[in-house]
């Protein structure tokens, strides 16, 4: 469904090039391919070899990066990020790359996921003389870097790893050097490729695409990858790993032409709209999905079930992203704004509307509402994605149970006040044969947590809310 609108909002997105003389340009491509996980920031910081140069600013990376500035960044090696404000909010100063400049050497910070144990770091931090530039995560990384006692930054960078619980896909690019680093449960998607001799990785394989650089293969959960002059040293700061990917991954925030951890994720889709089929079949007429991340799901569950598939709601590309002001107000606006129904296709039929999950409930209430005003006799909702009953800590917009409708209502209560004629959530098992992940591994190697309240870390105290704890 559209994220914006209902509450459940990517992350970030992370690419980083290095030993290319285009770094910066190439980077602004891959910022483009990863648009979808952010709109409220981007920006690039670039090395020469003496001196980090940044530039960075709220909004797309077309608006960011308008006029010229570009053409200002140059060097071989370079970071860039979008940002969605999951921890810490939107200020400008939380726009990332972070940097930091000190007399021995700057360092630059790209960060996709949310650390669980920020809160307990800062105080901790503080209390020994930190001061804080930001209200982001982020930064906890960089001051746990400098106080290190270490002598090598590898090994700085090692030990203050081991410090942060929660999800996180790091880059850290000095003057001479580019460090990657994957949270040891792997909880979101990061990618190694490379372009001629230049080494690039990205939070998506999409990325590598649109610049036509080659996948070589995932970041492993707990490692880490230094890339320099002498080419590419793979290392370790965690060997004790769980592999718990994000399953919204492949249900909702990953482009449909990504690849994450060898499954596509259009054939991961479209294969637990088939599922969905099998879990909840039903009579009707026409099978549409909601615009973009629900259509393959729509087209699995027509092939299986026989309905013709059909566009029975068209998306209006030309408005903004409304949670670049992320209000819920905003969102239920969006609505009407960007989604219309097809009177055409969808009058006299019976409709089955495929998403992918329901968070708070007012989209799909409102879209079930539009269909049946549009003259849709039925409307038969199927999600695939298992009811979304627990938050999430790990970076996605989710971290009040009580704005999550199916953590206080039964399958048939949400119907109900979606006004659907039937509603069907794809079983946490059904998720899983549909996506083509193991069941032999704990969370059978995807973090299930949302669905099921089974978290693959330690949740802090001081990160759940006051009225929340004693759901955790």
């Known amino acids: 469904m559209l994220a914006d609108i209902k509450g459940l909002n990517e992350e970030c997105g992370v690419f980083g090039i290095w030993g290319h003389p285009d770094a910066a340009q190439l980077t602004y491509y891959g910022l483009h391919s990863l648009q979808h996980r952010g709109q409220e920031g981007a920006g690039i910081v670039v090395t020469d070899g003496e001196r980090l140069r940044i530039h960075k600013g709220s909004g797309l990376v077309n608006d960011v990066f308008s006029k010229g500035e570009i053409e200002g960044l140059i060097g071989h090696g370079a970071i860039g990020h979008v940002r969605y404000s999951t921890a810490g909010g939107n200020e400008l100063a939380n726009v990332q790359p ?204 027509a092939e299986a079930s026989g309905i013709p598939y059909e566009i029975g709601l068209i998306k209006n590309r030309y408005v903004g992203r409304t949670f670049i002001q992320p209000s819920q107000e905003l969102r239920e606006l969006g609505v009407k704004m960007k989604l219309s129904p097809v009177r055409g296709i969808v009058e006299g039929k019976r409709v089955v509307m495929v998403d992918d999950s329901i968070v708070r409930g007012t989209t799909s209430r409102r879209i079930v509402k539009m269909l049946r005003a549009a003259g849709a006799t039925e409307v038969h909702v199927r999600i695939t994605a298992p009811p979304i009953a627990h938050p999430c800590y790990y970076g996605i917009d989710t971290s009040e149970r009580a704005e999550l409708i199916a953590s206080k209502h039964s399958v048939d209560e949400i119907r109900e006040i979606i006004g659907a004629d039937s509603l069907s959530f794809i079983s946490v098992e059904g998720l899983m044969d549909g996506i083509g992940r193991s069941n032999s591994e704990p969370n059978c190697g995807q973090c299930l947590a949302c669905f099921t309240g089974r978290y693959p870390t330690e949740i802090y105290p001081d990160t759940v809310l006051p009225y929340e704890k004693e759901l955790v």
């Not at 190694?192 to 293969?217: H, K, N, P, Q, W």
């Open 98 to 301: 972070l940097l930091f400049r000190s007399q021995t050497s700057s360092l630059a910070l790209a960060h996709n996921g949310n650390l669980v144990n920020a809160n307990a770091l800062k105080h901790q931090l503080e209390s020994q003389g930190s001061i804080f530039q930001t209200t982001s995560d982020t930064e906890v990384l960089a001051h746990l870097i400098k106080r290190s006692g270490y002598f090598t930054l590898k090994e700085k960078v090692q030990n203050a790893l081991t410090m942060l619980k929660g999800a996180y896909a790091f880059l850290v690019m000095t003057e001479n050097e580019m460090m990657v680093a994957l949270d040891p449960n792997g909880l979101r998607p990061l990618s190694l490729g490379m372009l001629g001799d230049a080494y690039v990785v990205a939070s998506e394989t999409c990325a590598f695409d649109v610049i036509g650089a080659t996948y070589v293969r995932d970041v492993q959960p707990g490692e880490l990858l230094i890339i320099n002059e002498d080419g590419l040293t793979v290392d370790r700061f965690s060997t004790s790993v769980q592999r718990s990917m994000c399953s919204m991954e492949y249900i909702y925030f990953s482009r449909p032409d990504s690849n994450i951890e060898g499954i596509n994720v259009h054939a991961a889709r479209k294969s637990l709209g088939k599922k969905m089929f099998e879990e909840a079949p039903v009579e009707a007429d026409v099978v549409t999905g909601v615009p973009d991340s629900s259509i393959s799901a729509a087209i699995g569950y």
